[in-house]
């Protein structure tokens, strides 16, 4: 019994050893991408423009046109321009910055929280390193590799605070929500992540313990319930009147605003062309491949399983990994009113259910050759698919002014061999001029 024990834990120590080496090839393979050239879109450009506009005149506000995009990720490209860091090779490094922070935190959570295996938790790290969406965002100046770091961490310490039999630990609490509240600042989904550490406190068994214990008896509820009401009216008075609010809400331009412009009819319309939009996302992501279009019905009904699955391992967990539940919950349902498609949207929650998946499927799966052959398979094509990802993206990268050849399309790909050298005799016209200025100003290749 003894020489079968000392097998099975020779056989774990041999299998957590290749997934730490698998964790740190692919970490080698994304280092590689700091040598990127300058890989931008619509969204970068903006991003881009208000950095050097605060950079250059205080102001987040590009010619005076204020954007959508909160300043979180332009005040840091601000800071690097201040340090006289404002050229590709840092901004690359800004975004695997936070992808380690990202990937740290989701093995803190699986490890130190979930008492997860070495091997599994180094597998739930893997997860979002390895998804075609992070390798393909990880060299675009965005907010979306940042946000991912944020809510990360604000997940890890939500999830110490929440799995603390009394309230003691307050230091992990107050973590988590400034790490929430900077979230915000690089992306408004981050509500999400705010609403995730203040419902996790409010549903704590300490504070429902002592709600029932009448611990908390009419008197001393309304002393705290009147304060709060008057601050929620006024946070709400002051939220609505806020710049904020009307970018948001109102202003023409306004996501609320391009939601039913974008969709028409009525919110009932609106909500279920999102709603097929999240599934083929959902599809991408778990496929690990950007599908083509078509056959939405198919991939309504794949998108639907997977969501499906996710749903259940989260609710199962939910004890355990009830931040992890509510942050998929807020998020799913602050992206039904999100008027754009793209994948990206999806990526924090990559991770989320790579934990929940990893902490209560392999028990039912264990017992089952089958499931568990084809768990293995699902892995091993996920994680070929991520390094295929790589591989392409690492060839731009070596490609240095070549890429121009290879990246974007259309005007974009024109502007890029302009600005590169490669169509010195491109017109004006048939440029894009706000590309050809963020290149100049922050690629060195460019000229």
Known sequence: MTGATSAADRGKAAGSR?????????????AVQLFSPLRLNHDAVRLLAMAWSAHTTGSYAPGGMVEQFPVGYPAMVRALLSLGLGHTMWLNALNLAWLAVAAGSVYWIARRMLRLPADRSWLAALAPLLSWVTVKHVAIPLSDVPFLGLAMLALAFGQRF????EFTDWPAGLAALLAAIASVSVRTVGLAVVGTVLLAAVLHPRCRRLIAAGSLDRRRMSQLVAPAGIIAVVGAVLLIRSEWFV??????????????VHRGLGPETTIAGT???RLVETVAIAGNVPFPAGYPGIQWLLGGTVLAVVAR???????????????????LLILLVWPYADPRFLLPL????????LTTVPAWVAANHRWRRLAQAYAAAYALLGVAALVYSIRLTVAGREMANDYSYGTYRLTYQHAFGLAPTATADAVDSNLLVTL????PLAR
């Open 18 to 30: 290749w997934v730490v080496a698998a964790v740190i090839a692919v970490g080698a393979l994304h």
């Open 162 to 165: 929440w799995l603390q039999q």
């Open 247 to 260: 970018l948001q809400f109102t202003a023409p331009s306004s996501y609320f605003h391009q939601l039913f």
């Open 275 to 277: 709603v097929g939009e």
């Open 313 to 331: 391992s989260l609710w199962v967990g939910r004890r355990q990994q009830l931040p992890l539940l509510l942050f998929a919950a807020l998020s």
């Open 350 to 357: 990559i991770p989320v259910a790579a934990l929940s998946l």
């Open 440 to 443: 100049r100003r922050f690629e």
